[in-house]
């Protein structure tokens, strides 16, 4: 199986901040990555999709960069709705497997 | 408007059986695959099983491969999985999740859809 990490584990941040987060995949996953957002009681909710495409709907503030084994999610200014924990997944191979999880508090 | 309604979870001894229910509605469910990816308490997203559009293709993690079947019924908009000898290491929420695809195991497989999920807790 892939192994997907994720760093930071936390990070503590402000309304305005820029945030960036980092996901790497043990052996290249090409584009094939993708972003989520959980809120605390809720479902995951997809933000971006091969690495970089915005999933319709999902404010333009989140970004997605990143090819081979490193990826980047980046917020451009954090809003109040934006503290989550968000997950990469890649679906270069089977079984599609997540990273721990970034959660952003303040 | 899109909905997963998840159902059929609950606490249950370890060695026995259940079986989850999903319940579609908004879209045209037989056009895609359908997964259930589980969280258990406190931890991370594990995807655990996926299904194509017409059954023909099928997938299960390791951990739940030979304990696991996942069946739809594209007639009710429903999607299932039956899970057995359930050990308590299968203590989850269960998510139901629609992929964009027809397919599962393809290099677009993403969840762009989740139900809310239901808990399986396996406990004495």
């Known amino acids: 199986d892939f192994q997907m990490t994720q760093s930071p584990s936390s990070l503590s941040a402000s309304v305005g901040d820029r945030v960036t987060i980092t996901c790497r995949a043990s052996q290249s996953i090409s584009s094939y990555l993708n972003w989520y957002q959980q809120k605390p009681g809720k479902a995951p909710k997809l933000l971006i999709y091969?690495?970089?495409s915005l999933q319709s709907g999902v404010p333009s503030r989140f970004s997605g960069s990143g090819s081979g084994t490193d990826f980047t999610l980046t917020i451009s200014s954090l809003q109040p709705e934006d503290f989550a924990t968000y997950y990469c997944?890649?679906?270069?191979?089977?079984?599609?497997?997540f990273g721990p999880g970034t959660k952003v508090d303040i | 408007e899109m909905q997963l309604v998840e159902s059929g979870g609950g606490l249950v001894q370890p060695g026995r059986s259940l079986r989850l229910s999903c319940a579609a509605s908004g879209f045209t469910f037989d056009d895609f695959a359908m997964h259930w990816v589980r969280q258990a308490p406190g931890k991370g997203l594990e995807w655990v099983s996926g299904?194509?559009?017409?059954?023909?293709?099928?997938g299960y993690a390791d951990s739940v491969k030979g304990r696991f079947t996942i069946s739809r019924d594209n007639a009710k908009n429903s999607l299932y999985l039956q899970v057995n000898s359930l050990r308590a290491e299968d203590t989850a929420l269960y998510y139901c999740a629609k992929d964009p695809e027809a397919r599962i195991g393809t290099t677009n497989t993403r969840f762009d859809f989740w139900g809310q999920g239901i808990l399986v807790i396996v406990s004495s």
């Open positions: 997944q890649q679906s270069y191979s089977t079984p599609p497997t």
């Open positions: 091969a690495a970089s």
């Open positions: 299904i194509s559009w017409k059954s023909d293709n099928i």
